[in-house]
């Protein structure tokens, strides 16, 4: 190390690199989350589909741009082949090519997308909200309440899924949103179990002390101290909720018990085409494709929540250390092999309990 | 200890009573089972209608009508009296479970542990090269995998996996592009695994590409896929990779006497290849069980005559190769019998439906491979879907427990880098693990319901959906209750064997 580097260190070291700098939890939060390029292009993804579901065909009285609807059924072209060219690009008459009726089935997926996204957001909301609270009350009030709500959780484990999706095709008719709230009343168990481990930890804490000692009440400390801390676990799990929900929904409507005709869903065009695969494959690739990635985005942009919201995450930069203390350099640099061990995650990734899982049980 | 378990079970009855209320009530406001006659217009339909409400009860409300169901389904606790009641059919359906139940297993059971291998290997691996490219493409396809609908995978299995292959059969040539396109992949995942500096890697990809198409060249040129066998070169070398394998893991290769004790056994794998081929051609399973056993045996003693100070990871190693190359031989006498199973079913050898061809009686060896086309592709269906939570839970787990003090510890010693992952920080990034197999083994009863049914399946998970489009209440009951005590059961396993595994947990006695 030469004598320039050591004359000008105490100059680099009053200025505070950028990532020491004070900043507030959600400050940081959105910085790393900003910094994870998967989510972020992830986040874009799911947006444009997003919007590209509800404008083309439209919402409620409002029509959209495209120019059919996915109940009409104009004259079959070309044994219905799709015309989407992707260069040069152009959509054509019918860009996901046409059903075994005529109808056009970009509207149809279109709509498809539509209902499993409002499902799956209705189920997130849901079961993260009823998870939220039974967890949180079981976990702080501890005791007789405890028990009662977390063995009613264990039993609400067991029920199927299935049989729930059955209850609601057989009585409701599988509408949106009877599909959605049933659904959400069903799953919240893995949330539930998730914020109660967390509450049990956080009630220990030296803060909650301090705030009974000041004369908050129980509600307060609830949501004013408590839930902020415990926001990472139920926004990382939530995310994974809806990504097996779109999965679950679309298993359901798969087996004849989710969303019921006229309307339509991604699981099910994909369980009405399933037979003519060989001859009008296009008909099961769109819907599948537009399963996949919604999915696929969700998940990645859990996984950018969970990166954001733990800081055990964090990497250490042996650069920057080595940098802004001189000094230790040495023995930085000597650790610097071990180096990618450090900083690793602790709670292990993917859906935490069997019944929300992108599983194939029946729930149980 | 037992109080506790007395006290979790005691519960666990509790919570089976309660869900199984609930279900029953779900289940009477999920259909009417006399529906189908409601419809009707046959003459008898008033008949018919009493019929089946005498046989389901149905004149008691369901609330009550629960309470003479659970009567019949208390008595399961003495063997042979169980009555769960009958299915629309008649059938009782004790019955309808106990053929049921075998067929979810082996299709469920296969795919479980092959899931539970594979992934916590794959885990394992990206955890040791922690943001690696193999480590981002691994995260990548297990993200992928996790945003698969089974439904969609199966039905492109069966597109590509069983119809196009079977066409590829019926005419084996490989056309040149798939060569050289399988062997850049193969290039490319071999280089991407073993990883290192640039020179190493572009040396690995070439040896890996060229490897793997002309593997894959030479198969096709001599009609591999239509007469397939390993024959005792192939035994050989593939067993004395496994030997080096898995020396290399578990003893180290300068432990010389593990690696002669496996070398040993491969020898006399193959020795024991020909000696048994006349008793192989009239093999049965319980034979097969026997000379698996002796086979394991034959490799520990070989172990234990090597002798040395520490005979034990002789021995260790020498019985695991010896399982392995046992296998390798039964393989290669199962492939001599393909060319006569695929004649028999007229050169389409990869079923898209059911779980074993109707009415095929023939030696161990056909039945065998008919069970393998059979399973082949639901278990690769679902072990898809289920690799990747494991992969992200061990790679997870092992993460957490490369960064503990005692790994460090275990590096400043001295100790080499096979110790230190191998038995200071797998055996404990296994410890969290045994939760979720534990729960998952006891889902495993519950089948694979979207799967059972793609591929006609006569599962549990079959029964239970059939149950529900039926309307039939006592089959979805009975499944349920199967599930449902083998869920419980195994929850409380997995407790119990998480205290055991990890000694800072205790169990609340």
Redesign the interface.
Known sequence: MSTTQQDTAPDDSREVPEDLKGLSQGALVRKRFLGHTGAIVSLVVLTLVVLLAITSVGLGPWHGWWQYRWTQTPVLMDGGRPTLQLFPFSLGEHPFGQDSVGRDYFAMTMRGTQISLAVTAMVGLISALIGVVIGAFSGYFRGWLETVLM?FT???????V???G??IA??AGGGVLILGVLLGLTTWTGMARLVRGDFLTLREREFVDAARLAGASDRRIIFKHILPNAVGVITVNATLLM?SAI?LE??LS????GITPPDTSL?RL??DN?AA??TRPWL?WFP?MF??I???CI??IG?GLRDAFDPRQRKISTRRVRETVPAAGAVVAGAAP?G????????????SD?DV???????? | MTSYVLRRLGVSLLILLGASFLVYQLVAISGDPLAEFRESNRPNREQLMEQRTALLNLDVPAPLRYFIWLSGAARCVVPGQCDLGRTLQGQEVTAALSSAIPTTLQLVAGATVLAIVIGISIGIVTALRQYSAFDYGVTFFTFLFFSLPVFWVAVLLKEFGAIRFNDFLADPVVPLPTVVGVGLVSGLVWAVVIGGSLRRRLLTFAVAAVVGGGVLWYLGATQWFRYPGLGPALVVVTGVGIAVGITTLLAGLQNRRALYSALITVGLGVVAMFALRPLLDRATLPLIVVLGVAAVAAGVLVGRLMGGYDYRQSMKVAGLTSFFVAALVMLDRMMISWPAYVRLVRGRPIATIGSETPNLSDDFWILGIDKFTHLVLPTAALLLISLASYTRYSRASMLEVMGQDYVRTARAKGLPERVVVVRHAFRNALIPLATIVAFDIGGLLGGAVITERVFSFKGMGQTFITGLTLQDPNPIMGVFLVVGITAVVFNLLADLAYSALDPRVRVKS
Do not use: H
Not at chain 1, 254 to 257: H, Q
Not at chain 1, 357 to 364: E, N, Q
């Open positions: 063995r264990d039993m609400v484990i067991i029920v199927p299935l049989l729930v059955a209850v057989y009585n990504s999965l679309t298993s798969y087996l004849g018990f699981g994909i369980s399933q695969f060989s099961f599948g399963i996949v919604i999915c696929l998940n990645f996984d071990y990618r061990f450090e900083g690793t995650a602790a709670r292990p990734d993917g859906p069997g899982g992108p599983s194939d049980g029946t729930g149980a």
